[in-house]
């Protein structure tokens, strides 16, 4: 999927420009004291990825006139950093062969260099939001505290009384929903936001956080193009949206696939019998509509930002992550 802002052709183009000094300062930053650790900590930068957390950065800082491009790239490459560096610690946990379409870090060198590569990304990200000052160090904090716990939340799955559904909303909210909201508040601080429109920001990036995972959840079962093995979450008894309302439904139907979600699926021919009946099952179109609502709900939020192209952009941004399908 390419994120495109399309609203202002102008706007697009100085978008476009921040994103390519961006990926010029990602390179940058994964340069360590030996060849070995630059091309391991470039590995995962240089296979891309929609870049949608810098997106919202410097589209968010397009709200207000006069914000300094250093600042705004500076801020984009730290929560992309800390994203690239949560997918190296993820891809260990979920045994992951594959991301953004190429070999995943753990499964190209080990788990303990690639544990140890996300955490010297995550010290790179460190040293630049600290140049950006202390609420932004104390912001990035408070992300990665939400990030680790929705983490963990996940790996431990509901506890005794907890609501499934429920446990699941949380653990997307903190695990995507938190840095998202993050990307769009730092936009907002570097050009000088208002508090009101801070939060406003920060309560869009939240429901957006959830509109994208809960979409990624969606494309792990239904398409085939996404750059990682269809399926890893059904494999890993990764509990998701589909698969929850399935499992809180008790239509005799479903029992085969009920018995197939209770776990991991290590078997091929079972992966690929469940897989086949979660693309045929009405949740899917369940879980679409409740994008959609958040979606909404997302757009909702900006309705306090000042009048337009970075706030029609949000919007657009919005709509795209809501109609992909990759
Ligand atoms: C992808 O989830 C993973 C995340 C959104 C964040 C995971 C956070 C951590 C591992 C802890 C944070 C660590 C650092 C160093 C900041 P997914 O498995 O649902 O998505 P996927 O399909 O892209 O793998
Ligand atoms: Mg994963």
Do not use: W
């Amino acid at each position: 999927m390419t994120l495109e802002i399309g609203v202002d052709e102008a706007f697009a183009q100085t978008v476009g420009d921040r994103l390519k000094s961006i990926e010029h300062r990602l390179a940058d930053s994964a340069f360590g004291q030996t060849p070995f650790v630059t091309e391991a900590a470039s590995h995962i930068i240089n296979a891309g990825g929609k870049r949608l957390r810098p997106m919202l950065v410097v589209v968010g800082a397009g709200l207000h006139p006069g914000a300094s491009a250093d600042e705004i790239e500076r801020a984009a490459v730290v929560v992309e950093l800390t994203h690239v560096a949560s997918l190296y610690h993820d891809d260990v946990m979920d045994e992951a062969d594959l991301r953004r379409g190429t070999e995943s870090a753990n499964h190209r060198y080990d788990n303990s260099i690639a544990i140890m590569i996300g955490d010297f990304l995550f010290a790179r990200a460190s040293s630049i939001v600290a140049t950006l000052g202390v609420e932004y160090v104390a912001l990035q904090a408070d992300t990665f505290a939400r990030l680790v716990q929705g983490q963990i939340a996940e790996t431990r799955g509901p506890q005794a009384g907890d609501d499934p559904v429920g446990h699941y909303l949380q653990v997307v909210a903190d695990k995507t929903g938190s840095l998202i909201a993050t990307s769009a508040v730092f936009g907002g601080m570097v050009c000088g936001a208002a508090p009101a429109e801070l939060r406003a920001l920060a309560a869009y990036g939240e429901e957006l956080g959830a509109v994208f995972q809960l979409s990624d959840d969606i494309i792990d079962i239904a398409s085939d193009v996404t750059g990682k093995t269809p399926g890893t979450d059904l494999r890993e008894g990764v509990p998701t949206l589909p698969t929850l309302l399935v499992k809180a439904g008790d239509d005799p139907s479903d029992a085969r696939l009920r018995q197939l979600l209770q776990g991991q699926i290590d078997d091929a021919d079972e992966l690929a019998e469940a897989l086949r009946l979660m693309r045929a099952h009405p949740v899917l179109t369940q879980a679409r509509v409740e994008v959609e609502r958040r979606a909404q709900l997302a757009k909702s939020h900006l309705d306090v930002l000042p009048h337009g192209t970075a706030r029609d952009a949000l919007m657009e941004l919005c709509d795209q992550i809501v109609s992909r399908t990759a």
